[in-house]
Nanobody, 122 residues
Framework: QVQLVESGGGLMQAGGSLRLSCAAS????????RGWFRQAPGKEREFVGR????????VYAEAVKGRFTISTDNAKNTVYLQMTSLKPEDTAVYYC???????????????WGQGTQVTVTS
């Protein structure tokens, strides 16, 4: 069992930066791949990016490529989402998730955090 807790969300002006953290509070997800997803009001949850359990491989959605960076610290059981050049359309609840599958599909993820709100104003 893995429990994930996100933190770091908030209110930011367009062009600003935020870093989200996701810590495994129980168990360990060192053997899991980690993903970030987001859900805006009235929209379906969408894939943001993912990182392999070793931290050596990342994949990003086109909408965030070049602006967002995912990293992980296995010693701290934590995965990060560094967001730069934020846009109003990045406004959403951001979720981290863990999966034994290397996938961008939300249905492939076994464990989810509770989400953290990111709001970007113009």
């Amino acid at each position: 069992q893995v429990q994930l807790v996100e933190s770091g969300g908030g209110l930011m002006q367009a062009g600003g930066s935020l870093r989200l953290s996701c810590a495994a509070s129980e168990g360990t997800f060192s053997n899991y791949h980690r993903g970030w997803f987001r859900q805006a009001p009235g929209k379906e949850r969408e894939f943001v990016g993912r990182i392999g359990w070793s931290g050596s491989t990342t994949v990003y959605a086109e909408a965030v490529k070049g602006r967002f960076t995912i990293s992980t610290d296995n010693a701290k059981n934590t995965v990060y989402l560094q967001m730069t050049s934020l846009k109003p359309e990045d406004t959403a609840v951001y979720y981290c998730a863990a999966s034994r599958s290397w996938s961008s599909a939300s249905r492939s993820y076994d464990y989810w955090g509770q989400g953290t709100q990111v709001t970007v104003t113009s």
